[in-house]
C-alpha cells in the first residue's frame, strides 16, 4: 500500500508508464496557471476576521499552495493542499502543517480552482480562514476569469478511478466508481418543508461549473446560526453570504438563486473537498447526506487502495499508476 501523496510532484515522480486503450478528453491537454496575479479580502465566515489573499501563478507541477504571510518564518508558512493536510473537518474544510499552522473554509476556493482547471497556484494568505465572501464560489471564479489562465510546459494529469471506493457514517454515505468523466451526483434530505429532498449531478467543466453550480451558497436555518453565534461559532456570517432558513420562509430578501441551490451547494463543496485529491479526479461522485467529514474519509480510502486508481496523462492515451514509495 502506498503512503498518501505529500506533494503534488510526489504525485507526478511516483508512476510508471502501462497502456491504457481509452482515455475521456481533458479540457486541456497542458496544466495550466494563472495567468497573472489577483487579489481579494473579504471576512471569513467563522472567525469573522478580515482577511486577505492573493493568488499567483506558480509552475507546473505544483497543485495548489497555501503559504501564511502573517507567520513569521517563511520555512513554516506553506500548507499544501493535498488531503493528507487535513487537521479539520467540522463546519468546513481545515488543512494545517507540521508547525501548527492552518488554513480553514478553504472548500469555496478549491472549487472554484478545480471548476475553472486550475493546476497551480500559490494562495497567499494573510490569516487562518479564506475569506467566505458570498458564500458562494462565484467570486473567486471572477477573479480568476479576470486574469485569465496560461498553459505551461507539462502534460495534465488526473486521478482516473479503476474500482470503487465507499465510505458510511449511518444512513449517510459517499463513493467513487469508475466512469469516463468527472462527474458529482448527491442527494440530500432534509426535514424541511424549503430544502426537503433534492437530489442533482452535473459533469464537472468551466461552463457547467460556472453556470449551475459556482453560484450556490451556503445555507443553515435561523436557530443553528444563532446558536453558533451564542456559542462563538460562524461568527462572520449573515445574510450577505449565506442562505438562512427559518421555518418555511428564506430570510434572504432576494431568496435562492435556483430553486435546487442546496444540492447545488453541497456539490460545490464535494468539488472542492475532492481536489484535495492533488488533481482533477475522472471518475463518478455519488453520495447521500455527505459532507466535509465523509469527503476526507472518502479520499483516505482511495489513497489506502493503490487498485483502485490510476493517474493518466492524455499523451498518446497511455496511463500512468501510482507506485509506492520505496
Excluded: W
Excluded at 453541497?266 to 488533481?279: N, P
Amino acid at each position: 500500500m502506498a503512503p498518501p501523496p505529500v506533494s503534488v510532484a510526489q504525485i507526478h515522480e511516483q508512476f510508471d508508464a502501462v497502456p491504457f486503450a481509452r482515455l475521456a478528453a481533458a479540457e486541456g491537454r497542458y496544466q495550466t496557471t494563472l495567468l497573472t496575479s489577483v487579489s481579494c479580502e473579504g471576512t471569513g465566515l467563522h472567525s469573522g476576521a478580515d482577511v486577505k489573499i492573493n493568488m499567483r501563478p506558480a509552475p507546473a507541477n505544483t497543485g495548489i499552495i497555501f503559504v501564511r504571510t502573517d507567520v513569521e518564518n517563511p520555512e513554516e508558512a506553506v500548507i499544501p493542499a493535498l488531503f493528507g493536510q487535513v487537521c479539520q473537518v467540522t463546519f468546513c474544510t481545515t488543512i494545517g502543517n507540521q508547525f501548527g499552522h492552518s488554513v480553514g473554509t478553504i472548500e469555496h476556493l478549491m472549487a472554484a480552482l478545480a471548476g475553472l482547471g486550475v493546476d497551480n497556484a500559490i494562495i497567499e494568505i494573510d490569516g487562518a480562514e479564506v475569506p467566505v465572501l458570498d458564500g458562494s464560489s462565484c467570486e473567486f471564479v471572477r477573479l480568476i476569469e479576470s486574469v485569465g489562465l496560461q498553459d505551461l510546459p507539462e502534460l495534465r494529469r488526473m486521478l482516473r478511478i479503476t474500482k470503487p471506493v465507499r465510505v458510511e457514517d449511518g444512513d449517510k454515505f459517499c463513493e467513487l466508481m469508475p466512469d469516463d468523466e468527472s462527474v458529482y451526483e448527491a442527494q440530500i434530505d432534509f426535514d424541511n418543508p424549503v430544502i426537503g429532498t433534492q437530489r442533482g449531478e452535473f459533469v464537472l467543466s468551466g461552463d457547467n461549473f460556472r453556470d449551475q453550480i459556482c453560484n450556490a451558497r451556503t445555507f443553515g436555518m435561523l436557530q443553528d446560526v444563532q446558536a453558533m453565534h451564542a456559542a462563538g461559532l460562524a461568527l462572520g456570517g449573515s445574510l450577505d453570504n449565506a442562505v438562512v432558513i427559518d421555518g418555511d420562509r428564506v430570510l434572504n430578501d432576494e431568496g435562492l438563486r435556483f430553486s435546487d441551490e442546496f444540492i447545488r451547494h453541497k456539490i460545490l463543496d464535494a468539488v472542492g473537498d475532492l481536489y484535495l485529491a492533488g488533481v482533477r479526479i475522472l471518475g463518478r461522485y455519488n453520495a447521500h447526506k455527505s459532507g466535509h467529514a465523509l469527503h476526507y474519509k472518502l479520499l483516505s480510502a482511495l489513497f489506502s487502495n493503490d487498485d483502485a486508481f490510476e493517474i493518466i496523462t492524455p499523451e498518446d492515451c497511455d496511463a500512468v499508476k501510482v507506485v509506492a514509495a520505496e
